[in-house]
């Protein structure tokens, strides 16, 4: 069973920093795309970042230059550090894993086979 614990949410202020951390337990997914999504307050579930097993990455255009994803295929983790962050960051953060390769369908929620909880990201004025 595969297992994904998002965690490093939390409440700031705009242009504060945060990093998001998400190990995955129960297979290793060193082959497999990670990616971050959020859902703001009434909102659908919308892409954030996707990270190969090779480091290759997409991003949406909101987070370009503020927002960096990362992974660590030894320890099963994916990364994403949040720069410069804004009110309309404030989210309910998710990360999940997919099979498929790095595409225009990574953005989709629907290629994702894996999910965590979530992480609560709050920015404040």
């Known amino acids: 069973q595969v297992q994904l614990v998002e965690s490093g949410g939390g409440s700031v202020q705009t242009g504060d920093s945060l990093r998001l951390s998400c190990p995955i337990f129960?297979?290793?997914?060193?082959?497999?795309?990670m990616g971050w999504f959020r859902r703001a307050p009434g909102k659908e579930r919308s892409f954030v970042a996707a990270?190969?097993?090779?480091?290759?990455?997409l991003y949406a255009d909101s987070v370009k230059g503020r927002f960096t994803i990362s992974r660590d295929n030894a320890n099963n983790t994916v990364y994403l550090q949040m720069n410069s962050l804004k009110p309309e960051d404030t989210a309910v953060y998710y990360c999940?894993?997919?099979?498929?390769?790095?595409?225009?369908?990574?953005?989709?929620?629907?290629?994702?086979?894996?999910w965590g909880p979530g992480t609560q990201v709050t920015v404040s004025s």
């Open positions: 990270v190969a097993w090779s480091g290759e990455t």
């Open positions: 129960g297979r290793t997914v060193s082959t497999y795309v």
């Open positions: 999940g894993v997919t099979t498929g390769r790095l595409s225009i369908a990574t953005k989709m929620p629907r290629a994702y086979s894996f």
